[in-house]
């Protein structure tokens, strides 16, 4: 059975940094990072494809220049480095992984990993 487990989300003050692991089993084509807020609808923070010219990274505009999406494929793990961290950062971030096999698309998630940002 395929499982995402997080780690590293916790509490900081403005400014500071956090690094987000996700342990997966398996190989996956697209992994990324979404994030969701109180009272807001879940959101696409990066993202990582491999491709033939090799891995391709996507991420919202929210976070340019801050965040930083890398995965080890030999240890089946994505990394999503946060510096620079604002208030409006804080959410639930959670892991996702797809592939398709068959032509039928397989999408998995992780439980979700607090961060909140604040004084």
């Known amino acids: 059975q395929v499982q995402l487990v997080e780690s590293g989300g916790g509490s900081v003050q403005p400014g500071g940094s956090l690094r987000l692991s996700c342990a997966t089993s398996?190989?996956?084509?697209?992994m990324g990072w979404f994030r969701q807020a109180p009272g807001k609808q879940r959101e696409l923070v990066a993202a990582?494809?491999?491709?033939?010219?090799?891995?391709?990274?996507n991420y919202a505009d929210s976070v340019k220049g801050r965040f930083t999406i890398s995965r080890d494929n030999t240890k089946n793990t994505l990394y999503l480095q946060m510096n620079s961290l604002k208030p409006e950062d804080t959410g639930v971030y959670y892991c996702?992984?797809?592939?398709?096999?068959?032509?039928?698309?397989?999408?998995?998630w992780g439980q979700g990993t607090q961060v909140t940002v604040s004084s």
């Open positions: 990582i494809t491999s491709g033939a010219s090799g891995a391709t990274t």
């Open positions: 398996g190989s996956f084509y697209a």
């Open positions: 996702n992984a797809n592939k398709t096999v068959g032509g039928i698309r397989y999408n998995y």
